[in-house]
């Protein structure tokens, strides 16, 4: 008799572990952004360092500009006569 049982408990389990879920594929979850992650201010570092960097060359050709169109564009200045 036992054995019996356990043929009966082994058929079914079978039966249900062939028993499956449905063929549609499960909605997958969007990966995380990487700079949401640990790794965001390594992965953003460098970007941030060009910002800086061309903005720096952007007042230094400012002020060069500047002083190019005073030095060659304007009347010169005279010293005062005391």
Do not use: H, W
């Amino acid at each position: 008799m036992r054995n019996y049982v356990t043929i009966g408990l082994m058929t079914a389990s079978l039966v249900l572990a062939a028993c499956g879920g449905s063929d549609e594929p499960e909605a997958k979850e969007e990966p995380m952004k990487v700079e949401d992650s640990v790794f965001g201010p390594l992965v953003t570092t460098p970007q941030k360092v060009e910002d800086r960097t061309e903005a720096a060359a952007d007042l230094y050709r400012k002020n060069m500009n500047e002083r190019l169109e005073s030095d060659e564009g304007a009347p010169r200045e005279e010293p005062a006569e005391d």
